[in-house]
């Protein structure tokens, strides 16, 4: 660890932290955020927080940044897996750990990292992908499918969809993808490609809708409503991420299940490198706790939701 | 003319793909539907802000902050409903309304008063409120997506309907004609042209030129704030991070294809008003003809490619010259080009 | 002089969008001789020489260099061919410094790099050789628009073409320069050079040039060796009509209550400093007070501070007696203070709007932009100012930067007269004019001021401005040296002598 | 009298004359210089000489692209297509090294000749066609987002390609950052070699002595028989050239092509470009005026790094309100020094 004479700034005998955000571009990230600088200022720590507007330039820039000022440990949420070695290599030469949080990095670098934390978008769609097949298994005619995509091109919506499709082939469910299209992982995307969708395809015959995330799937279920047609009802929806107004949606009805993403983990994220500057033996992947949702449980789960 | 031309082929395009159910309007619930009907309404907020563009534009200048702004009013009016005990107030969803609007319209003062009082090149001024805007939005949502009851009656503006004509279609089309109004039937139009065309010989004519770029680009903001408003209204949120991404590109390349030349000058409310419809109507077109979203780039790409080529007099004179019978003048002289711009 | 003309173009005609610029035109030019093409605004002159080098095609006809047929696809081209050019518009990128300037495209190198201190050193050089001392190395924008014209002509000399053109040089010259460039042209002419020369001053054109060849409403009228061609002869075949027609003005200036009245208008200690110098000057009702003096002496500067084109830093300005405050174009027009500025395509006109709109302009601003002039209204007055001051062509709905030169100034008069000022200021109107429109300006001046308007009158002419003025102020250095008011002053040569003397001749 | 000499003064004085177009530059290298040293006072670690090499580290791309950008603007142009095409061309290389096989050199080689042309294309459609320059090169947005994301909507390691390992390579390695040093990879010394022949080209050839012309005036300088068409094209192409070799030595810098890399960037390369000086109209500015701005640009996200406890949305605010307080001290220093004639 490099924690000896860097303690500029530092209050008392706090570790000087490095976090390397990805942006602001959701409520989950900002949550996210949120958590991790309540937890490192509960903990006594300073946390330069850098916020890398989606982009991976301005991450490694940051992260050099952390590293002429020689912090304690460096959190890395990296917007991208691949193009990290360089930076990673520099921050070990400098002696400085780095810790992933939420994504992480090629498998390659993985050496250059202590840990991860975070979640895995595969897993999720995986998760999504049990549900549909379990729920589909007896729809003779074929399961009809809309799917809102994330962001082309970001991991998560590239993970959420591998895994998602990769169970429901592997279960042998008989679907056919009705049209699949991005909504950017926004409200007003997801409503517009929605309204195309219902437009081009008509929301006969249509039996579920997979939206990567609960922006879309919200803006999609206003679209479905203004198209006359009940969502939940005459089409069943999945989201992921499972924010606030997601779960208020599911009480009232509108979608019939929720995968988590778990955004709030700072204090998680706090102790693991707490153990990492301290030299303590860590795994190399430290999971989110994360559930799954269906109708049953939306009612219960509400207030436990924190953004 | 020629845009015109290109909103037909792509209308022709998405009648062979879907069937004439595209262009048709149906109604349900007492509101009027259908693909064309949806694009209309969701053209609404991109038609506010391509047409304030237009204005400053004729005052050769640009306003790449219309983007933040629209985040600002959208952030604005939400959060204010969000934070109200009881959201269907009448007074509360006139209040956050015009409190939105105020702002917005101030906002668009300040960028106006940089570029007349200070002399700051329009690009730069309004490129400080588009870095810093969408932080402002942020810093009034907290971060967080404030979301609207469904039953306020703040969601009506964006989903509600007049005489089953959709409400956001109302308000393009009213805000279309009383600037149509405002520059035509008064001399603003002329004036705001002179300005655009040669500021000194303006202010030499007496024309309080910088008051009235001043007032351009509050306009600008006014529509781009109206513009939130109706997007916050339709979604029932506002994101302050996302919300109007990248509107300012779409808006500027939609007064470009309605024929009001980037260099200030002339310019033509109705060819943006159909600028915004072809760029809207292209963005459904790549879903019905069944191409994945990896294509929408590329799609505008040439979509604007073709437009912008074939308003080009010398484009037209080359591409028709093999077809002409007498070959006798040479290819276009470029020199006269210059000269005629 | 040898008689294998070296430019012979025939049948040219050019057409722009709803005009005919040129008809069928023939010019032959020798080597050798001074060629001066004639004719009114708007004949098609500069559209000549543009079609001539590349910068317009024609529609039809041949054009030969040296016996070869050539048809040049831009300006380079033609200079390449070597036709060198100083087109109408000051031609120059203003950005620049002098010497980049005269230089611009065939710098002195070393291997691929521009050697500056050679190409200063050859500037300067050239500069001498011409009888101009500027400092090369600052931008082109710093000196008057006349130094600029005489920066552009001596590139045009410097490329040692085997033809000149030089398309109205001398519009904002005074005598002196102009006496420096016809020397250089008979250099050149001696050394074979053949140029066209156009020009609206016809004692120049008489003094230099070998052959004319006259040009009316885009077709030829035919061509002639000077000797040949009296002056009202000339006239009278450029304006269609008999000489005899164009009424001299012959100003009665004594007949005029000079003295009698209260000023209408009156700085006193007005100046601004860097440009010009704390000075008093006043203008009567129906009085006509002419500036003079050389190039770059600060009667622009002079003018602009009373029609609050520039803010004054000392001194004050009194209207009607009270004192101005907050003037600027804006109030000047509100107090009746109209201002033509000099350079009517950067300051004047807004060349994307159309002659009627131009016309409005500050009629609509005094107004405020919630009043518009109605259309029939507008519609009359516009007609009756294009009819009144004969601009051509008569078309309202023409953007105004497709007419020629002269029909541009007329435009920006109409402009202000159109507001009914009390106080008109004319900076260089009649400056690029043909002799019927400067009479008809000139003539206009003179009704005005009878009908009781005064008039600030700025002109190189000196002749115009005796002619004009009932009383003239001098001015050099920036500075108002004197006011001349006697009769027996106001002649060219006491003019001339004031400034020599610097203004202690005047008594 | 007619034998005299005819003189005129220019308006100014001529040592001021000669200062004057500098004003812009000098008051960008004042303010950077007063942020570095505000910077100092305010966090420790801020006087390690890495925080300068950094600049030139992460901003190289930036750098290239705005001098290439600057050639397009002092000619009266713009082109939005630099993030674009830079994206496009770290994705070519890692999809013509790693997917088709081919020799690294070879791919750099197509990749550059393939912005240049490119920039040849949009030149010709921007003069002889007439196209507005801004919606020519926002059709080049569009299109090579669009065409990246079709080479590979996922990001791309290209690090088995052993050609890559150069750029980041310390070609300057001055003791550990920790104990004062600090280093500088090859890549930098790409970006100053373009910093050299950009500055060359346009200040001491007739190619870019004609680049100021026609900002100047187009009109005239097409008068004045300047090489207006191969001028104007040159420019776009050469802002091709320099999108793609950013784009390359993005490549070297990560070893990774992500297809939503870049999104925004000639943004910033515009903004680094004005603030270094250079009039948006045309004209008027200098190549170091970009290399001060790109600085200025890499300064104020270091800073905000150092301070650190800025929350996302304050880091906006922050730096819209330096930038806003950037330009108006530029425009107030450049005032007092310009005659004013309002
Ligand atoms: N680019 C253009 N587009 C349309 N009309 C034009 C254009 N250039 C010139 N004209 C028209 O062509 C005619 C000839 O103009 P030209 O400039 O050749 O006149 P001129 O003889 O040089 O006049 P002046 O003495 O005022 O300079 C005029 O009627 C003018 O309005
Ligand atoms: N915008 C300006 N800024 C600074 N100096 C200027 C400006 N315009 C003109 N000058 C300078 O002021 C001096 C006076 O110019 P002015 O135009 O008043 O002269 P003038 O007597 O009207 O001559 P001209 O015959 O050129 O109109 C000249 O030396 C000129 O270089
Ligand atoms: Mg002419
Ligand atoms: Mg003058």
Request: with cysteine; proline share 4%.
């Given at each position: 660890?490099?924690g000896?004479d860097?303690?500029d700034?530092?209050?008392?005998?706090?570790?000087?932290?490095g976090?390397?955000?990805?942006?602001?571009?959701s409520?989950?990230?900002?949550?996210?955020?949120?958590?991790?600088k309540a937890?490192?200022?509960?903990?006594?720590h300073?946390?330069?927080?850098?916020?890398?507007?989606?982009e991976q330039?301005?991450?490694?820039s940051?992260?050099?940044d952390?590293?002429?000022?020689?912090?304690?440990?460096?959190?890395l949420?990296?917007?991208?897996?691949?193009?990290w070695?360089?930076?990673?290599?520099?921050?070990?030469?400098?002696?400085?750990?780095?810790i992933?949080a939420d994504?992480?990095?090629?498998a390659?670098?993985?050496?250059?990292?202590?840990?991860?934390?975070?979640?895995d978008?595969?897993?999720?769609?995986?998760?999504a992908?049990?549900?549909?097949?379990?729920?589909?298994?007896?729809?003779?005619?074929?399961?009809?499918i809309?799917?809102l995509?994330g962001?082309t091109g970001?991991?998560p919506?590239?993970?959420r969809?591998?895994?998602?499709?990769?169970?429901?082939?592997?279960?042998?469910?008989?679907y056919?993808?009705?049209?699949?299209?991005?909504?950017?992982?926004?409200?007003?995307?997801?409503?517009?490609v929605?309204?195309t969708?219902?437009?081009t395809?008509g929301?006969?015959?249509?039996?579920?809708?997979?939206?990567?995330?609960?922006?879309?799937?919200?803006?999609?279920?206003?679209?479905?409503?203004?198209?006359?047609?009940?969502?939940?009802?005459?089409?069943?929806?999945?989201?992921?991420d499972?924010?606030?107004?997601?779960?208020e949606?599911?009480?009232?009805?509108?979608?019939?299940?929720?995968?988590?993403?778990n955004?709030?983990?700072?204090?998680?994220?706090?102790?693991?490198?707490?153990s990492?500057?301290?030299?303590d033996?860590?795994?190399?992947f430290?999971?989110?706790?994360?559930?799954?949702?269906d109708?049953?449980?939306?009612?219960?789960?509400?207030p436990?939701?924190?953004? | 003319?020629w845009?015109?031309l290109?909103?037909?082929?792509?209308?022709?395009v998405?009648?062979?793909?879907?069937?004439?159910?595209?262009?048709?309007?149906?109604?349900?619930?007492g509101?009027?539907?259908?693909?064309f009907?949806?694009?209309?309404?969701?053209s609404?907020?991109?038609?506010?802000?391509?047409?304030?563009?237009?204005?400053?534009?004729?005052?050769k200048?640009?306003?790449?902050?219309?983007?933040?702004?629209?985040?600002?009013?959208?952030?604005?009016?939400?959060?204010m409903?969000?934070?109200?005990?009881?959201?269907?107030?009448?007074?509360?969803?006139?209040?956050?309304?015009?409190?939105?609007?105020?702002?917005?319209?101030?906002?668009g003062a300040?960028?106006?008063?940089?570029?007349?009082?200070?002399g700051?090149q329009p690009?730069?001024?309004?490129l400080i409120l588009?870095i810093?805007?969408?932080?402002?939005?942020?810093l009034?949502?907290?971060?967080?997506?404030?979301?609207?009851?469904?039953?306020?009656?703040?969601?009506e503006?964006?989903?509600?309907?007049?005489?089953?004509?959709?409400l956001p279609?109302?308000?393009?089309?009213?805000?279309?004609?009383?600037?149509?109004?405002l520059?035509r039937?008064?001399?603003?139009?002329?004036?705001?042209e002179?300005?655009?065309?040669?500021?000194?010989?303006?202010?030499?004519?007496g024309?309080?030129?910088?008051?009235i770029t001043v007032?351009?680009?509050?306009?600008?903001?006014?529509?781009?704030?109206?513009?939130?408003l109706?997007?916050?209204?339709n979604?029932?949120?506002?994101?302050?991070n996302?919300?109007?991404?990248?509107?300012?590109l779409d808006a500027?390349?939609?007064?470009?294809?309605g024929?009001?030349?980037?260099?200030?000058?002339?310019?033509?409310?109705?060819?943006?008003?159909?600028?915004?419809?072809i760029?809207?109507?292209?963005?459904?077109?790549?879903i019905?003809?069944?191409?994945?979203?990896q294509?929408?780039?590329?799609?505008?790409?040439?979509?604007?490619?073709?437009?912008?080529l074939?308003?080009?007099?010398?484009?037209r004179?080359?591409?028709?010259?093999?077809?002409?019978?007498?070959?006798?003048?040479?290819?276009?002289?470029?020199?006269e080009?210059?000269?005629?711009? | 002089?040898?008689?294998?003309?070296?430019?012979?173009?025939?049948?040219?005609?050019k057409?722009f969008?709803?005009?005919?610029a040129?008809?069928?035109?023939?010019?032959?030019l020798?080597?050798?001789?001074?060629?001066?093409?004639?004719g009114?605004?708007g004949?098609?002159?500069?559209?000549l020489?543009?079609?001539l080098?590349?910068?317009?095609?024609?529609?039809?006809?041949?054009?030969?260099?040296?016996?070869?047929?050539?048809?040049?696809?831009?300006?380079?081209?033609?200079?390449?061919?070597?036709?060198?050019?100083v087109?109408q518009?000051?031609?120059?990128?203003d950005?620049?410094s002098?010497?980049?300037?005269?230089?611009?495209g065939?710098?002195?190198?070393?291997?691929?790099?521009?050697?500056?201190?050679?190409?200063?050193?050859?500037?300067?050089?050239l500069?001498?050789?011409?009888?101009i001392?500027l400092?090369?190395?600052?931008?082109?924008s710093?000196?008057?628009i006349a130094?600029?014209?005489?920066?552009?002509?001596?590139?045009?000399?410097?490329?040692e073409?085997?033809v000149?053109?030089?398309?109205e040089?001398?519009?904002s010259?005074d005598?002196?320069?102009?006496?420096?460039?016809l020397?250089v042209m008979?250099?050149?002419?001696?050394?074979?050079?053949a140029?066209?020369?156009i020009?609206?001053?016809?004692?120049?054109?008489y003094?230099?040039?070998?052959?004319?060849t006259?040009l009316?409403n885009g077709?030829?009228?035919?061509?002639?060796?000077?000797?040949?061609?009296?002056?009202n002869a000339?006239?009278?075949?450029?304006?269609?009509?008999?000489?005899a027609?164009?009424?001299?003005i012959?100003?009665?200036a004594?007949?005029?209550?000079?003295?009698?009245?209260?000023?209408l208008?009156?700085?006193?200690?007005?100046?601004?400093?860097g440009?010009?110098?704390?000075?008093?000057l006043?203008?009567?009702?129906?009085?006509?007070?002419?500036?003079?003096?050389?190039?770059?002496?600060g009667?622009?500067?002079?003018?602009r501070?009373?029609?609050?084109?520039?803010?004054?830093?000392?001194?004050?300005?009194?209207?009607e007696?009270?004192?101005?405050?907050?003037?600027?174009?804006r109030?000047?027009a509100?107090?009746?203070?109209a201002?033509?500025?000099?350079?009517r395509k950067t300051e004047?006109?807004v060349?994307?709007?159309?002659?009627?709109?131009?016309?409005?302009?500050a009629m609509q601003?005094?107004?405020?932009?919630?009043?518009?002039i109605p259309?029939?209204r507008?519609?009359?007055?516009v007609?009756e100012?294009?009819?009144?001051?004969?601009?051509?062509?008569?078309?309202?709905?023409?953007?105004?930067?497709n007419l020629?030169?002269?029909?541009q100034?007329?435009?920006?008069?109409a402009?202000?007269?159109?507001?009914?000022?009390?106080?008109?200021?004319?900076?260089?109107?009649?400056?690029?004019?043909?002799?019927g429109?400067?009479?008809?300006?000139?003539?206009?001046?003179?009704?005005?001021?009878?009908?009781g308007?005064?008039?600030?009158?700025v002109?190189?002419?000196?002749?115009e401005?005796?002619?004009?003025?009932?009383?003239?102020?001098?001015?050099?250095?920036?500075?108002?040296?004197?006011v001349l008011e006697?009769?027996a002053?106001?002649?060219?040569?006491?003019i001339?002598?004031?400034?020599v003397?610097?203004g202690?001749?005047?008594? | 009298?007619s034998?005299?000499?005819?003189?005129?003064?220019p308006?100014?004085s001529?040592l001021?004359?000669g200062l004057?177009?500098?004003i812009p530059?000098?008051a960008?290298?004042?303010l950077?210089?007063?942020?570095?040293?505000?910077?100092?006072?305010n966090?420790?670690?801020?006087?390690?000489?890495?925080?300068?090499?950094?600049?030139?580290?992460?901003n190289?791309?930036?750098?290239?692209?705005?001098?290439g950008?600057?050639?397009v603007?002092?000619?009266?142009g713009?082109?939005?297509?630099?993030?674009?095409?830079?994206?496009?061309?770290t994705?070519?290389?890692?999809?013509l090294?790693?997917?088709a096989g081919?020799?690294?050199?070879?791919a750099?080689a197509?990749?550059?000749?393939?912005?240049?042309g490119?920039?040849?294309?949009?030149g010709?459609?921007?003069?002889?066609f007439?196209?507005?320059?801004?919606?020519a090169?926002?059709?080049?947005l569009?299109?090579?987002?669009?065409?990246?994301?079709?080479?590979?909507?996922?990001?791309?390691?290209?690090?088995?390609?052993?050609f890559?390992?150069?750029?980041?390579?310390?070609?300057?390695?001055?003791?550990?950052?920790r104990?004062?040093g600090?280093w500088?990879?090859?890549?930098?010394?790409?970006?100053?070699?373009?910093?050299?022949v950009?500055?060359?080209?346009?200040?001491?050839?007739?190619?870019?002595?004609?680049?100021?012309a026609?900002?100047?005036?187009e009109?005239?300088?097409?008068?004045?028989?300047?090489?207006?068409a191969?001028?104007k094209?040159?420019?776009?192409?050469?802002?091709g050239?320099?999108?793609?070799?950013?784009?390359?030595?993005a490549?070297?810098?990560?070893?990774?092509?992500?297809?939503?890399?870049?999104?925004?960037?000639?943004?910033?390369?515009?903004?680094?470009?004005?603030?270094?000086g250079?009039?948006?109209?045309?004209?008027?500015?200098?190549?170091?005026g970009?290399?001060?701005?790109?600085?200025?640009?890499?300064?104020?996200?270091t800073?905000?790094?150092?301070?650190?406890?800025?929350?996302?949305?304050?880091?906006?605010?922050?730096?819209?309100?330096?930038?806003?307080a950037?330009?108006?001290?530029?425009?107030?220093?450049?005032?007092?020094g310009?005659?004013r004639?309002?």
């Amino acid at each position: 660890g490099g924690g000896d004479d860097s303690g500029d700034g530092g209050s008392g005998n706090g570790l000087v932290i490095g976090f390397a955000q990805v942006g602001a571009e959701s409520a989950w990230r900002t949550a996210n955020s949120d958590s991790v600088k309540a937890a490192a200022e509960a903990a006594g720590h300073t946390l330069k927080f850098v916020d890398g507007q989606q982009e991976q330039e301005t991450q490694i820039s940051a992260v050099r940044d952390f590293i002429t000022q020689q912090v304690d440990a460096i959190v890395l949420a990296p917007v991208v897996e691949t193009g990290w070695t360089d930076v990673l290599q520099e921050a070990e030469d400098a002696g400085i750990p780095v810790i992933l949080a939420d994504r992480g990095v090629e498998a390659a670098d993985e050496d250059l990292y202590v840990t991860r934390l975070g979640s895995d978008f595969a897993e999720e769609g995986r998760k999504a992908g049990a549900w549909a097949a379990e729920t589909f298994a007896a729809d003779a005619d074929g399961t009809k499918i809309l799917e809102l995509q994330g962001t082309t091109g970001s991991a998560p919506a590239n993970d959420r969809k591998a895994g998602f499709f990769e169970v429901l082939d592997s279960e042998g469910l008989n679907y056919e993808i009705v049209d699949s299209q991005s909504g950017n992982f926004t409200a007003e995307e997801g409503k517009a490609v929605m309204e195309t969708f219902i437009t081009t395809h008509g929301l006969d015959g249509i039996d579920l809708l997979y939206a990567h995330n609960d922006e879309m799937g919200l803006g999609a279920i206003q679209a479905i409503e203004e198209a006359g047609k009940v969502p939940g009802k005459d089409i069943q929806i999945i989201i992921v991420d499972g924010s606030k107004a997601g779960f208020e949606a599911g009480v009232a009805g509108k979608l019939n299940y929720i995968v988590e993403c778990n955004p709030v983990f700072g204090d998680q994220l706090m102790e693991v490198v707490e153990s990492v500057v301290n030299g303590d033996e860590v795994e190399k992947f430290t999971p989110v706790e994360e559930g799954v949702f269906d109708a049953t449980q939306f009612e219960a789960e509400l207030p436990n939701r924190q953004f | 003319m020629w845009p015109v031309l290109i909103l037909v082929a792509l209308l022709v395009v998405n009648i062979i793909a879907t069937g004439i159910d595209f262009i048709v309007p149906n109604v349900n619930d007492g509101r009027l539907g259908g693909a064309f009907v949806n694009i209309l309404r969701r053209s609404a907020p991109l038609l506010l802000i391509a047409l304030g563009m237009t204005l400053v534009i004729a005052t050769k200048g640009i306003d790449l902050s219309v983007g933040a702004v629209y985040a600002i009013g959208a952030a604005i009016a939400c959060q204010m409903i969000i934070d109200a005990p009881d959201q269907s107030a009448g007074s509360l969803i006139f209040s956050a309304i015009a409190l939105a609007l105020v702002v917005t319209a101030v906002i668009g003062a300040w960028n106006g008063t940089m570029v007349a009082y200070f002399g700051i090149q329009p690009i730069v001024a309004t490129l400080i409120l588009m870095i810093a805007g969408r932080g402002i939005a942020q810093l009034i949502t907290g971060g967080q997506i404030p979301k609207v009851d469904d039953s306020s009656p703040f969601t009506e503006l964006g989903r509600g309907s007049f005489l089953t004509i959709p409400l956001p279609i109302w308000i393009a089309a009213l805000a279309l004609l009383a600037l149509a109004l405002l520059t035509r039937r008064t001399a603003l139009g002329m004036l705001l042209e002179s300005v655009g065309g040669n500021p000194e010989a303006s202010r030499l004519a007496g024309i309080r030129s910088k008051g009235i770029t001043v007032l351009v680009y509050l306009v600008c903001g006014l529509c781009a704030g109206l513009a939130g408003l109706i997007g916050a209204s339709n979604l029932g949120s506002a994101d302050a991070n996302n919300g109007g991404l990248w509107i300012e590109l779409d808006a500027i390349l939609a007064v470009v294809i309605g024929g009001t030349a980037l260099l200030g000058g002339r310019f033509y409310l109705l060819g943006t008003t159909i600028g915004v419809v072809i760029i809207e109507v292209l963005e459904d077109t790549i879903i019905n003809i069944g191409l994945s979203s990896q294509w929408q780039f590329t799609a505008k790409a040439i979509v604007v490619f073709i437009v912008a080529l074939l308003q080009s007099p010398e484009f037209r004179a080359w591409i028709l010259k093999p077809f002409k019978r007498k070959p006798a003048t040479p290819a276009p002289a470029p020199a006269e080009e210059v000269l005629a711009k | 002089m040898s008689d294998d003309p070296i430019v012979q173009m025939t049948g040219i005609r050019k057409d722009f969008t709803g005009v005919r610029a040129l008809d069928g035109v023939d010019f032959t030019l020798r080597p050798g001789e001074i060629h001066a093409v004639m004719g009114e605004n708007g004949a098609g002159k500069s559209t000549l020489i543009k079609v001539l080098t590349g910068v317009h095609t024609p529609d039809a006809g041949d054009i030969l260099l040296d016996g070869k047929s050539v048809r040049f696809h831009s300006p380079g081209a033609a200079q390449a061919a070597g036709i060198s050019t100083v087109y109408q518009e000051v031609n120059l990128t203003d950005n620049l410094s002098v010497a980049e300037n005269l230089f611009a495209g065939r710098e002195p190198r070393v291997g691929p790099f521009i050697n500056f201190r050679a190409m200063r050193r050859k500037a300067k050089a050239l500069l001498d050789d011409i009888g101009i001392d500027l400092n090369v190395a600052a931008p082109l924008s710093s000196y008057s628009i006349a130094m600029q014209q005489l920066v552009a002509i001596a590139r045009a000399v410097d490329i040692e073409a085997k033809v000149l053109i030089l398309d109205e040089p001398t519009s904002s010259l005074d005598r002196d320069e102009v006496a420096v460039l016809l020397g250089v042209m008979r250099r050149l002419a001696a050394k074979g050079t053949a140029m066209v020369f156009i020009s609206h001053f016809l004692d120049q054109v008489y003094e230099i040039c070998d052959r004319m060849t006259v040009l009316r409403n885009g077709t030829l009228v035919g061509e002639w060796p000077t000797a040949e061609l009296p002056q009202n002869a000339l006239i009278g075949h450029m304006l269609g009509r008999e000489a005899a027609t164009l009424e001299q003005i012959e100003r009665t200036a004594a007949a005029h209550h000079v003295g009698d009245e209260e000023p209408l208008i009156e700085a006193v200690g007005l100046g601004r400093k860097g440009s010009i110098a704390p000075y008093d000057l006043s203008v009567r009702r129906g009085e006509v007070v002419g500036l003079a003096g050389l190039l770059g002496s600060g009667r622009t500067e002079t003018v602009r501070l009373i029609a609050g084109a520039d803010r004054a830093d000392s001194g004050e300005l009194r209207f009607e007696g009270a004192k101005t405050g907050g003037h600027n174009p804006r109030t000047a027009a509100a107090r009746g203070i109209a201002y033509c500025p000099e350079n009517r395509k950067t300051e004047g006109l807004v060349g994307d709007l159309t002659v009627a709109e131009n016309m409005i302009l500050a009629m609509q601003a005094s107004r405020g932009w919630a009043r518009s002039i109605p259309v029939a209204r507008r519609d009359k007055l516009v007609a009756e100012f294009i009819e009144k001051l004969d601009i051509r062509p008569a078309n309202p709905d023409m953007p105004v930067k497709n007419l020629s030169g002269g029909n541009q100034q007329k435009v920006l008069l109409a402009r202000w007269m159109l507001i009914e000022p009390k106080l008109l200021i004319l900076d260089e109107p009649t400056r690029g004019i043909d002799v019927g429109a400067k009479a008809d300006i000139q003539k206009l001046v003179a009704e005005l001021s009878a009908d009781g308007m005064a008039v600030l009158f700025v002109s190189a002419e000196l002749d115009e401005v005796t002619r004009l003025s009932d009383r003239i102020a001098v001015l050099r250095d920036r500075e108002l040296i004197a006011v001349l008011e006697s009769e027996a002053d106001m002649t060219t040569e006491r003019i001339v002598d004031t400034i020599v003397a610097g203004g202690h001749s005047s008594e | 009298m007619s034998t005299q000499t005819l003189t005129e003064r220019p308006a100014r004085s001529t040592l001021f004359d000669g200062l004057t177009r500098y004003i812009p530059i000098g008051a960008t290298v004042a303010l950077l210089i007063a942020l570095y040293v505000g910077g100092i006072a305010n966090y420790p670690k801020f006087d390690s000489p890495q925080v300068i090499a950094k600049l030139f580290i992460d901003n190289a791309p930036l750098l290239i692209i705005a001098l290439g950008m600057t050639f397009v603007i002092l000619s009266g142009g713009i082109d939005l297509s630099v993030g674009s095409v830079m994206a496009f061309s770290t994705m070519a290389c890692a999809w013509l090294t790693v997917d088709a096989g081919i020799g690294a050199p070879l791919a750099v080689a197509l990749v550059l000749a393939f912005g240049t042309g490119w920039g040849l294309l949009i030149g010709a459609v921007i003069h002889y066609f007439n196209v507005q320059p801004f919606i020519a090169t926002l059709v080049g947005l569009f299109l090579f987002r669009g065409l990246t994301l079709q080479i590979s909507d996922t990001d791309v390691s290209m690090r088995e390609v052993d050609f890559w390992q150069w750029g980041m390579v310390h070609a300057v390695d001055v003791g550990k950052i920790r104990d004062g040093g600090f280093w500088l990879p090859n890549l930098s010394f790409v970006a100053f070699a373009v910093v050299i022949v950009s500055f060359v080209v346009l200040h001491y050839t007739r190619f870019g002595r004609g680049v100021y012309a026609i900002g100047g005036s187009e009109q005239s300088a097409l008068l004045m028989g300047l090489p207006v068409a191969r001028t104007k094209i040159g420019v776009y192409a050469i802002s091709g050239f320099c999108a793609a070799l950013a784009g390359v030595l993005a490549a070297f810098a990560t070893k990774s092509a992500n297809p939503l890399a870049n999104v925004g960037a000639e943004l910033d390369a515009i903004a680094a470009v004005v603030i270094g000086g250079t009039l948006l109209t045309g004209g008027a500015g200098f190549v170091l005026g970009t290399v001060a701005g790109v600085m200025v640009w890499g300064m104020l996200n270091t800073l905000i790094a150092f301070q650190g406890n800025l929350s996302s949305w304050w880091a906006r605010i922050v730096m819209g309100i330096l930038l806003l307080a950037f330009i108006l001290l530029q425009r107030v220093l450049a005032r007092s020094g310009e005659k004013r004639r309002t």
